[in-house]
């Protein structure tokens, strides 16, 4: 990658052009910055971050396989949630690992059955049933179905052979994209039993 050259005595505007430094007011150069300076500390902070979720994680995986050899269980410690406390109980760590979800193509055979089913039963009750359908299955901007929705339909109680069978082609769709490790920290309040997260977002400070 290759950095773009200005000439000197000139500054380059957001449009791309360039312009005389004599004509950008001094404000505009101490916006320019400010604004530069904390947003590569930012930049830098976050690289520092991503280092210490890394070591964090494999951390707490090495310490999870030493613990398993204990018992004489090989594992990498990589996988499964976990939490860790400190022998003092001051503080303790949580380490997560969020499925991401996604749908197989019997949710299409799923939304087929839902709707023979919408179909078969009398009026009046199937309209508000036909909202909650196409509601769970209505698609985002990048053609995606929203999990939450659908799994909602699981919860609904219908004792119909039809939609049972929907239910099970939606089970049986779910899969697995992808799975994305979390590590959480907290310190004790005091003598309490409750536990404060250390917030590492720096919104949440």
Known sequence: ??????????????????????????????????????????????????KFKLDAMQEVAALVATS???????????????TLMSFDGQYKLVRSMQDKLMFGEQLMAAKALIDECVHEWSEGANDNIRVLVNH??????????????????????????KWQQAMQAIADSMQTAST???????????DTQEYQAIPLDIAAI
């Open 180 to 190: 994305k490790p979390y590590v959480r920290f907290y310190k004790r309040l005091g």
């Open 68 to 82: 398993l050899e204990q018992y004489g269980v090989k594992s990498g410690g990589e996988k499964g949630n976990v």
């Open 1 to 50: 990658m290759t950095t773009e050259q200005i000439p000197a005595g000139y500054w380059k505007d957001a449009a791309g052009n360039l312009i005389p430094e004599s004509k950008v007011k001094d404000i505009d150069k101490l916006r320019h910055q400010v604004v530069t300076d904390l947003c590569m500390a930012a930049e830098q902070a976050q690289a520092g971050l991503r």
């Open 136 to 161: 769970a299955f209505q698609a985002d901007k990048e053609g995606k179905i929203n999990v939450g929705r659908v799994l909602a339909l699981r919860r609904v109680n219908i004792d119909h052979p």
